[in-house]
């Protein structure tokens, strides 16, 4: 191979190496300490075999909970993000003035640490002292203020509610990313055969913007499998276990001083998104080659 060929793999193995230092090789590890007793009480790890998955698949309500969880948050979370998002790109990719300041209102929150968020947020929906709860009675409405993050009704809602504020501006500057990608000679050829709003969207839009649906699905999933800080820092899982996911768990395992047990839960999880990952972005993508 000549030096010029080789050139490019002078950029790429710099990414490889720490792509498997800070992501391989811990992984690895992570799933071999799953099979051991690692804990905090003794010196000495010894090798278990599955008795830490054993643990966690007997204990099936209390762990079949945090799944359920878990998968409830990844897919809904997704859903309330991505409509939304997409009719505001439509929206703000038109010719509307002001737009780029929208754009950027909108795509703040997204700066944000989770941590600042959900202690913004905390305060925001405290139940006595709360702002939001404080503009509804202003506003002669006290019967709609609630206990928003220790009601059993309204948790999963407000959590939802605050993850999409901080999360719609990222996939709306993806999905208009997309729009300008369109070519505007499609738009003119609908325009020629008298195509209206409805069928444009349908027949040029939509197609077009497959790309950045599968980008903003698959991230959106992966998100919600491995969610933690939003939850961590509104509800720390409560009210009871209620509000309990993977992540939380593994970080209660690990606090408890379960090493081996929490590593097991990780390497599930680890397992669970590359169930669910590639399959979906296999799909997407075969998806957006047909269309």
């Known amino acids: 191979m000549s030096r010029n060929r080789l050139y490019p793999y002078y950029f790429v193995l710099p990414a490889l190496l720490l792509y498997v ?8 590890m992570g799933a071999g300490l799953s099979f051991t007793d690692w804990n ?5 790890v010894h090798f278990n ?3 830490n998955f054993r643990t966690i698949f007997a204990s099936s309500k209390r762990y079949d909970l945090y799944i359920g969880n878990t998968l409830l948050f990844a897919l809904v979370s997704n859903l309330v993000k991505l409509v939304p998002a997409l009719f505001l790109a439509l929206l703000l990719n038109g010719q509307v003035k002001g737009r780029n300041f929208y754009r950027t209102i909108l795509f703040l929150p997204t700066v944000l640490s989770f941590l600042v968020v959900g202690l913004i947020f905390r305060s925001v929906l405290h139940p006595s002292t709360g702002l939001l709860n404080g503009a ?9 203020a609630g206990r928003w ?7 999963w809602a407000s959590i939802i509610g605050v993850d999409a504020w901080k999360g719609l501006g990222y996939v709306m500057t993806i999905f208009i990313a997309g729009l300008q990608a369109i070519p505007q000679d499609y738009y003119d050829a609908a325009d020629i055969d008298g195509a209206g709003w ?4 349908g027949y040029v839009t939509l197609p077009m913007l497959v790309p950045a649906i599968t ?3 698959v991230f959106g999933v992966t998100y919600g499998l491995k969610v933690f800080d939003i939850i961590y820092v509104l509800t720390n899982g409560g009210p009871g276990r209620m509000t309990e996911v993977i992540n939380t768990a593994v970080f209660n395992e690990f606090a408890a001083g379960s090493y081996g047990l929490g590593t097991a839960l990780s390497t599930l999880l680890l397992v669970a998104m590359a169930a669910v990952g590639f399959p ?3 799909a997407l993508t075969k998806k957006q080659v047909e269309s």
Do not use: C, Q, T
């Open 21 to 28: 230092g800070l992501f391989i090789v811990p992984s690895v």
């Open 40 to 44: 905090r009480y003794s010196p000495e």
């Open 49 to 51: 075999g599955i008795e």
């Open 136 to 144: 509804l009675r202003g506003l002669g409405l006290p019967f709609l």
């Open 149 to 155: 993050l220790s009601d059993p009704r309204l948790v």
């Open 198 to 201: 409805w069928r444009k969207l």
């Open 215 to 217: 980008i903003n699905v």
């Open 280 to 282: 979906l972005l296999r």
